[in-house]
Nanobody, 123 residues
């Protein structure tokens, strides 16, 4: 499974961006998908994850109430809507396909990773 993430870029504090992640194989539609991020010198952390059918979602504490994850299974695409961006949201954002149908916060629960897209938020 190959993942293509796009939508990153430059933003200012308070702006919005939408990331998208498309999987190369339809089989990925039966798996959970997650968005993680990694800032320089920091560990990769969960941003959000969604179950195979979109009925269950979870978010990292730092983005709750600001980011929204969703998926369109017919298009094989998962979205991350990022609102009220802050400078501390600056990182490389990765999408990943889970080993199961249910979302998880653990990096080890995901088996396929995209190449990452840079998000930079200026104050």
């Amino acid at each position: 499974v190959q993942l293509q993430a796009c939508g990153g870029g430059l933003a200012q504090t308070g702006d919005s961006l939408r990331l998208s992640c498309t999987a190369s194989k339809r089989t990925a539609s039966n798996n959970a998908v997650g968005w993680f991020r990694q800032a320089p010198g920091k560990e990769r952390e969960i941003v959000a994850a969604i179950s195979w059918n979109g009925s269950s979602t979870l978010y990292g504490d730092s983005v709750k109430g600001r980011f929204t994850i969703s998926r369109d299974r017919s298009k094989g695409t998962v979205y991350l809507q990022m609102d009220s961006l802050k400078p501390e949201d600056t990182a490389v954002y990765y999408c990943a396909v889970g080993r199961s149908s249910f979302p998880s916060t653990r990096v080890a629960s995901f088996q396929y990773w995209g190449q990452g897209t840079q998000v930079t938020v200026s104050s």
